[in-house]
């Protein structure tokens, strides 16, 4: 199971940081993603880290402003995030999946994630 907090209000520039936590076992044998989704759009990738090489990929849309890690020990990733804008206003979504790919590109699309958390919502304020 993956539950994910640390979402709430801020004002636009400001920072957040995320984070989802796992339960269970072999938690550094999955990859794990940041998704999104803002009312009215479709879910959309954030970023994504591999399992114990961490290896990272961002959207382009938050590249430079978002960080993604984790702490294999405390079954645990974060998503720090600054320089927030408007638009990144949505439900934030963590994900894992054990399925490994020499890419970290196919880790953009939802479908090879086997668990999602239950969503924190962001809201960053004009």
């Known amino acids: 199971q993956l539950q994910a907090f640390g979402g709430g209000l801020v004002q636009a520039g400001g920072s957040l940081r995320l984070s989802c936590a796992a339960s269970?076992?072999?938690?550094?044998?999955?990859?794990m993603g940041w998704f999104r989704q803002a009312p009215g759009k479709e879910r959309e990738f954030v970023a994504t880290?591999?399992?114990?090489?961490?290896?990272?990929y961002y959207a382009v849309s938050v590249k430079g402003r978002f960080t993604i890690s984790r702490d294999n020990a405390k079954n645990t990733v974060y998503l720090q995030m600054n320089g927030l804008k408007p638009e990144d206003t949505a439900v934030y979504y963590c994900?894992?999946?054990?399925?490994?790919?020499?890419?970290?590109?196919?880790?953009?699309?939802?479908?090879?994630?086997?668990?999602w958390g239950q969503g924190t919502l962001v809201t960053v304020s004009s």
């Open positions: 880290i591999g399992r114990s090489d961490s290896t990272t």
């Open positions: 269970g076992r072999a938690f550094s044998t999955y990859a």
């Open positions: 994900a894992a999946t054990p399925k490994y790919y020499s890419s970290s590109y196919y880790y953009t699309n939802p479908n090879p994630y086997d668990y």
